[in-house]
């Protein structure tokens, strides 16, 4: 079935002088207009192709790619606010509407905000939502402690920094675990903290102990790897460097680097990693 948010790869059943139509199954015919067809388009072809809809609130398909689809969240960029909402920027040449009962504070030009997009059910059209544990779920058994995730960052609290897990959760890092500030939006690797009784998920930026340790050392060795045994880092690297490379603290990098030059994988120089050969262990 065709579905209105989402990409779908649709047949051309009729052609006009300002575009053709499309097979939309469940949603009738949809214009894909002559400016966004690809060249020497012919009845029968299949085109893959955006549905939303157009200012007049009538279905259209577009090949332009939005940063976000329906079901998904992004960072976006308010572009206007008006009586009915904030108007976001997702891509296409309509704006995406957050309307203000959909907003947990009021958005103001200029801003990033993570939002969700669904359909609304009364009227069809794609819509932003801020309010994201109305979409997302804050708790959840299916995780075990340095289970590694996927993280986009929503917003700094008191706490720490909320953030969605997988694109399925709603986790939290603690100030504790914080190694340098983040941004709405921004993407990371992180892992499982714990998951607490109440089911509720604590975030790490990094693993917690020998596994962190391992883990580190392993990443460290395949980036010699791909840079022919030179690694321009060493323990006097400012954490910002290292953390750029790595995602983690320079204590555990320190630790890490400490535990291959015990298993003579490495030669620590004053400014540089070099991994050493079988041969000169």
């Known amino acids: 079935m065709a579905q209105i948010g989402k990409h779908n790869t649709l047949e051309v059943v009729s052609k006009m002088d300002f575009g053709v139509y499309l097979d939309g199954e469940n949603l009738d015919t949809i214009l894909l207009p002559s400016k966004q067809c690809p060249e020497k ?41 008006t009586s009915f909402g904030a108007f976001l920027d997702w891509g296409l040449p309509k704006d995406l509407l957050v309307p203000f009962n959909q907003q947990r504070k009021p958005m103001e030009v200029g801003e990033r905000h993570v939002v969700y997009l669904y359909v609304d059910e009364h009227t069809q059209r794609i819509t932003g ?17 340095n289970d590694r995730v996927d993280l986009m960052i929503v917003k700094r609290t008191n706490l720490g920094y909320q953030a969605i897990v997988d694109s399925l959760y709603l986790g939290m890092i603690f100030n504790e675990d914080v190694l340098k500030p983040m941004k709405p939006g921004q993407r990371i690797q992180g892992y499982i903290k714990q998951i607490r009784e109440d089911n509720k998920i604590d ?52 630790k890490a680097i400490g535990r291959l030059l015990k298993l003579k994988k490495i030669q620590l120089e004053s400014d540089r990693i070099v991994s050493l050969s079988e041969s000169e262990r």
Do not use: W
Request: glycine share 4%.
């Open 41 to 81: 388009v012919e009845i029968g072809d299949f085109i893959n192709v955006f549905i939303y809809l157009d200012s007049e609130d009538r279905l259209i398909a577009t090949r332009l790619k939005p940063y976000v689809e329906v079901g998904q969240c992004a960072a976006l960029t308010v572009k206007e606010v």
């Open 129 to 145: 939502s801020a309010k994201l544990s109305n979409f997302l779920r804050e708790e959840t058994s299916n995780y075990e402690k």
């Open 203 to 254: 975030l790490s930026i990094q693993l917690q102990g020998h596994e962190a340790r391992v883990d580190i050392a392993d990443r460290i060795l395949n980036e010699l790897a791909r840079n022919n045994g030179l690694l321009n880092l060493s323990d006097k690297s400012s954490p910002d460097d290292i953390y750029d490379m790595f995602q983690v603290s320079k204590g555990n990098f320190k």
